[in-house]
């Protein structure tokens, strides 16, 4: 294989992901995905914007010294001389840095965004790259909103970038505006006029706007382009990103028409997929592409008789090249605690021992209720409260009393900075009463904008996975909870999502992102 042969695989959930509207992680959790990234393979973690809060630079500075010397650590910076230096500092304890800077180059951003001319433009990409290369030798730089720049300019910035010493040129498919061919056009145009593009690799980073954002990236690959961008179930800004999982299985599946290789392991990918979508609270929909509930599923009957005679007649993929196989390891009531903790490490999570025990206690008390516990009720289980060691606020336990003759009355225990609070209140119905008795008690008056709750599993004693999405002042996040209760299920729902709105109301990001 030869490095025209091989397409690097760049990461960023934990930036451009976690800008998605709902979407916040603490560190500790940025870290567990990390780890998770790296055992998938890819080659490039963009871990955060450095300069947005202390909190995005503590957690580049995590990432970068958790990290081995297999993956470069980036963080993005704009284009001016605050961004790049803080990106820097993040970065200092990183085996493999790479600071990723970037400046809008289409009229319209130029001219409403930037307020700034395009030689000015020009001037700032020469120096934040030159900048850049002060810190790091591998500097990526970025054409924001590149599918919508002048072809000319775009190549005296490109051609600009390489001469101060950048080393990849990614161009966004910012507001995920480009159809494929356009998209080629540019790669080729770039290719054949820019005069040392040679010395760079060239970049993808495309939305998903018109549901083009994979098909625009493979189009780049053919083209020439050798790093893809991409997050973990296609998560972002707006409409997301080009999805991680369906890149990577295009590639691999179609060896006829793009012979390239890439590092990741796909067995990880179902691992990696369920252990983002649990963090951020995203659930992933059935009929998504790779890693959906219903990505290797047949109901139809003339699928099924295929399917029976040979599986190649209707998959054009294994389930288990993408880490979906049956279990060997059948869970019940007298598993014990190493059965239990290899169980999470086969369904791709990897916790702390505090965590382990809370979901070992939960699972223990789920199985005295149900028959059949099965993976997805362990991987409901593996909710906010699992994984979110250091939250402000904590469901403790909760009592409801409802039906035709009075009002619901919901008496509610939280733990909050360590120290029990508790509340009755009543409602227009359970739900109601218990969203109001935690309402009293914690330290923001968010909006539901959300509430939504779907089984995990079968019949009268499945679990219920309940979704909630709350704002205030213009931010907004999501919790997941699971339980066979549904109220309780939407407490700790509803408690999730409060503590990362706390965490998202500490930062105050820059307002000009890339994408």
């Known amino acids: 294989m030869t490095s025209q042969d091989y397409v690097k695989i760049f990461d960023t959930t934990l930036r451009d992901g976690e800008q998605s509207p709902g979407a916040s992680m603490n560190i500790e959790e940025k870290l567990q995905i990390a780890r998770v990234l790296e055992q998938l393979g890819v080659d490039i973690i963009e871990a955060g914007f450095p300069i947005a809060s202390n909190g995005d630079f503590e957690a580049v500075d995590a990432v970068s010294r958790q990290a081995s010397d297999k993956v470069v650590i980036c963080g993005l910076a704009r284009s001016g001389n605050a961004d790049i230096d803080r990106a820097g500092e993040a970065l200092k304890h990183a085996k493999r840095p790479r600071i990723h800077t970037f400046i809008s180059t289409s009229p319209i951003h130029m001219k409403y965004k930037l307020q700034m001319e395009p030689e000015d433009v020009l001037d700032a990409v020469y120096s934040s790259v030159a900048r850049a290369r002060d810190w790091v030798d591998d500097v990526e730089w970025s054409c924001e909103d590149g599918t919508r720049t002048d072809h000319d300019f775009m190549c005296r910035t490109v051609e600009a970038a390489i001469k101060a010493g950048a080393t990849t040129i990614n161009i966004p498919d910012t507001v995920g505006y480009t159809l494929p061919e356009e998209y080629t056009e540019i790669i080729t145009m770039l290719l054949n006029r820019v005069p040392n593009i040679d010395k760079a690799i060239l970049s993808t980073h495309c939305h998903n706007d018109l549901g083009l954002a994979v098909a625009n990236s493979l189009a780049g690959v053919r083209a ?79 699928h099924q008789d295929g399917m029976l005679k040979n599986s190649d007649t209707y998959e054009i993929m294994t389930p288990e090249s993408v880490g979906l196989s049956e279990s060997k390891l059948v869970m019940g009531k007298h598993s014990g605690r190493h059965a239990f903790r290899e169980k999470l490490k086969e369904l791709g999570f990897d916790l702390g021992q505090n965590a382990v025990e809370d979901v070992f206690r939960r699972f223990k008390d789920l199985a005295d209720k149900k028959k059949n516990v099965y993976d997805e009720d362990i991987i409901a289980l593996v909710d906010d409260e699992a994984v ?80 909630v999405r709350l704002e205030q002042d213009g931010r907004t996040t999501n919790g997941q909870g699971a339980d066979t209760d549904t109220m309780v299920a939407s407490a700790r729902a509803y408690v999730a999502a409060v503590n990362k709105l706390i965490l998202k109301m500490e930062k105050s990001a820059p307002s000009a992102l890339s994408a």
């Open 224 to 302: 020439g382009v050798r790093q893809v961008e991409c997050t973990i179930n296609g998560l972002g800004e707006r409409a997301g990103n080009a999805a991680l999982e369906e890149v990577v299985m295009a590639l691999n599946t179609r060896q006829d028409l793009m012979p390239f290789q890439t590092g990741i392991n796909t067995t990880e990918i179902m691992k990696a997929s369920r252990m983002v979508s649990t963090i951020t609270g995203f659930v992933v929909q059935n009929n998504k592409a790779i890693v959906g509930a219903n990505a290797f599923a047949h109901e139809a009957g003339i």
């Open 388 to 467: 979110r060691g250091n939250d402000t606020v904590k469901f403790v336990s909760l009592r409801i009393a409802c039906g035709s003759e009075e009002p619901p009355q919901a008496d509610l225990v939280l733990e909050i900075d360590g120290e029990q609070a508790s509340a009755s209140t009543s409602g227009d119905g359970p739900v109601d009463a218990t969203f109001n008795a935690i309402k009293q008690l914690i330290p923001v008056q968010p909006h539901l904008q959300l509430y939504q709750v779907h089984a995990v599993t079968h019949g009268t004693d499945a679990q219920a996975e309940v979704t």
